[in-house]
């Protein structure tokens, strides 16, 4: 193995950069990015939002000569990525994959001679970054467009085998760093989890012997809370399969969902939504991720791939893609401001169950949530929200109220209405293109009861719950003070957009 120049200079930076993240509950959130070096300001940005990135491992990228890797050159210079992570608090999340023209003609390494080189490649990278806040990943969507030349099960399995054992064999057994695969495309039981299908040949195969985390993409146009029971299938069709005594965590490694409008080229099945909406269902897929007990919740994507709003795969990011300054690198979207409150008001948290949710005549309320969060010294803390929503015939433009924003600034009134919503030129106070008031209803009056046993590790009936500022789906505070009962009870009106109940020393009882 043989490394440049360049290669040794940058070590001394990753070096004294690493060891600063530990395994904490706030670096579960991340996102995907296509990047390895920052525009200034950018990973500052992004860690207030984001702990972990994730990013292609190029091969082809490492080794231009057989047998020489250069981490660090003008194309692609991952220990840059590494080292300003690092020092920002963000893991990477580094994915091994792509051919390389040096063998099997640039396609999906199959024949002998390629399957070793990429080992020995991948080894490289595992013997680099090992102790640096790394993770790696045995390829990108291998039973989709990203095997080449088509899918192959079999393939992949030969393949990630070789990896996963030499890296096991040069790191020591493995234990210090994290390998993951398969990465698959979709996460739909019905069709996915077959005998004979993809996924079935390549866990028979004995690969998971080689994998700490099983990866998947459960991109859905469905909204995020129906992927807690095929993450449910997961575990049983893993297990189904898994060596004897050898358990694994999860990883949602890619899921997003795009603000295109219409006609949204190319068509698929993930489907588009607005900008409100898009940051409502990145909170919601990070909290319905927890509940099925995901570990790792990646994001698609961070930044717009381009501005041209028809383009499906250009709309995916939190920010848009015109970089502008070191102080406010990229534009936010909503999304990015619902990541950053999350992250910020749960993340440092351990999710820790769901609470009992019932309805005005205290019955059971289906549909509804109230995800709890812990840390340990500190009361606990409450994310709300409600998915009955019920569409309402009578939506009109000339409803009376509060306008739910459908656009961003300066959008124009054709691409307003493209969305399926309201226009209204200045002067106008609100959003000049906003939903249709009364489009649906997602509002429900709810209750639940904060548990007593976190309340106070004394067993005393009159210690009282502490209060809570709410904050909305974008950090702002709607009630700066929410007192429960002294049983604990807390009433709320609740919506198809997350509030984060936050227990705050300042916020004191009457």
């Known amino acids: 193995m043989k490394l440049t120049l360049p290669n040794y200079m ?52 490492v080794e231009k000569v057989k047998g020489e890797y250069n981490f660090s050159n003008s194309e692609k210079n991952y220990d840059d990525l590494v080292a300003t992570n690092n020092a920002h608090g963000v893991l990477t999340y580094l994915i091994l994959d792509y051919g390389n023209p040096l063998y099997d003609g640039g396609e999906s390494p199959r024949s002998p001679e390629a399957v070793a080189a990429f080992a020995k490649f991948a080894v490289a990278a595992a013997e680099r970054y090992v102790h640096h806040n790394v993770m790696l990943e045995m ?24 990896v996963g054992s030499s890296i096991r064999k040069s790191t020591g057994g493995g234990a210090d760093i994290t390998f993951l695969g398969p990465a698959q495309a979709g996460l739909h039981p019905d069709t996915q989890f077959k005998k004979g299908g993809w996924l079935d040949t390549v866990f028979s195969s004995g690969v998971l012997q080689w994998f700490d985390g099983i990866s998947v993409h459960p991109y859905r146009p469905s909204i995020p809370e129906t992927v807690i029971a095929d993450f449910g299938q997961l575990r049983k069709f893993v297990a189904s399969h898994a060596p004897a005594g050898q358990t694994y965590f999860i990883v949602s490694g890619e899921w997003g969902y795009s603000t295109c409008v219409p006609p949204c080229e190319p068509p698929n099945f993930t489907g588009h939504v607005s900008d409100l909406m898009q940051a409502m269902y990145l909170a919601r897929q990070w909290l319905s991720n927890d509940i099925a007990g995901v570990r790792y919740s990646i994001w698609y994507d961070w930044r717009n791939g381009c501005e041209n709003t028809t383009m499906r795969e250009c709309m995916f990011g939190t920010v848009h893609s015109n970089y502008q300054d070191s102080a406010l690198p990229f534009k936010p979207k909503t999304s990015y401001y619902a990541a950053s409150t999350i992250q910020n008001t749960l993340g ?21 949530y109230v995800s709890l969060y812990t840390s340990t010294g500190s009361p606990p803390a409450f994310a709300v929200w409600n998915t009955n929503c019920k569409p309402v015939d009578t939506a009109t433009c000339d ?12 959008i124009g009134e054709k691409e307003c209405l493209q969305r399926g919503c309201c226009f ?35 067993d005393n009936a009159n210690v009282s719950p502490p209060c809570y500022s709410v904050t909305n789906l974008t950090g702002v505070v709607v009630h700066d003070k929410v007192c429960p009962a002294s049983n604990g009870r807390v009433d709320v009106v609740a919506t198809d957009s997350p509030l984060y109940f936050v227990p705050d020393a300042s916020v004191q009882r009457l």
């Open 399 to 410: 409803g009376v109220g509060s306008h739910v924003d459908c656009g961003f600034y300066g």
């Open 10 to 61: 940058m070590m001394a930076r990753i070096t004294a950069m690493c060891c600063i993240l530990g395994a904490t509950a706030d670096n579960r959130w991340g996102v995907n990015i296509h990047y390895t070096m920052e525009q200034p300001g950018e990973t500052e940005m992004l860690a207030k939002a984001f702990r972990i990135t994730r990013m292609d491992l190029s091969w082809e990228s």
């Open 424 to 458: 209204q030129p200045p002067p106008i106070t609100g959003p000049q293109c906003y939903f249709k008031v009364g489009a649906s209803n997602c509002t429900a009056a709810l209750t639940f009861h904060v548990p007593t046993s976190t309340v106070s590790e004394e």
């Open 348 to 368: 440092p948290r351990t999710y820790s169950g769901q609470l009992p949710v019932l309805n005005t005549t205290g019955k059971p309320m289906d549909g509804a």
């Open 139 to 162: 390829w990108n969507e291998p039973n989709g467009g990203f095997w080449k030349p088509t899918a192959n099960a079999t393939q992949y399995a030969t393949l990630a085998k070789a």
